[in-house]
């Protein structure tokens, strides 16, 4: 009798403390509540990249065949901004992968840049177009210097606050049969924070 009476008892404690839930899950089918899930990070990094400068469309104009006469003929260059917020001041020892020179900085952030894009078939240094023929686009750094798809740029100091890394996108004819028409390119770029 007294195990019949604990089982009686733990089926009545089973029941009272599945009521409440019972009734959640009554109030959850009838609509009555929602649920939201929140989630984020938190991280810590040199500097934030300016929402104008994540994702940008660059009007290259209307570039003349007669412009693009023979290989390596290139059109009007256009500058394009890519702007850095919030850089904090950081100390940055990075070596140069290309001439090996060392550069560092007590209070500067140090950042390098890669552009990923398809290379031009003939010439894989030019970014590849699609739509037409005979031209591709010269991508270069705020000197005027080639930048290397793919690879990670010359290291550049930032200064703390606000930064603009300035580059220049070229149309260039190329030695494949040169078709007039509308074109376009994708370039993706990476920041790298040393």
């Known amino acids: 009798m ?25 109030a959850l089918v009838d609509g009555e509540y929602g649920l939201l899930q929140v989630y984020g990070a938190l991280t810590e990094s040199a500097c934030r990249l300016a929402m104008e400068s994540a994702w940008q469309e660059i009007d290259m104009g209307t570039t003349a ?53 398809p290379g031009e078939v003939l010439n894989p240094g030019l970014v590849k177009v699609s739509g037409t023929s005979g031209v591709a686009l010269r991508l270069t750094d705020r000197y005027h210097r080639d930048v290397r798809l793919g690879s990670e740029g010359q290291p550049l100091l930032l200064e703390p606050g606000g930064n603009t890394l300035f580059y220049y996108i070229a149309p260039e004819r190329t030695a494949a049969p040169l078709v007039a028409g509308a074109w376009h390119a994708l370039i993706h770029f990476r920041l790298n924070y040393d």
């Open 2 to 26: 007294k195990f019949r009476d604990w089982k009686n008892g733990g089926a009545l404690a089973l029941l009272l403390a599945a009521g409440p839930a019972a009734a959640d899950d009554v």
């Open 65 to 117: 065949t007669g412009e693009l006469k023979k290989p390596g003929d290139q059109g009007t260059p256009v500058r394009v901004a890519i702007r850095l917020e919030d850089c904090l001041p950081s100390p940055a020892t990075i070596r140069d992968a290309w001439s090996g020179d060392l550069l560092w900085s007590r209070d500067q952030p140090s950042v390098t840049v890669s552009f990923v894009a």
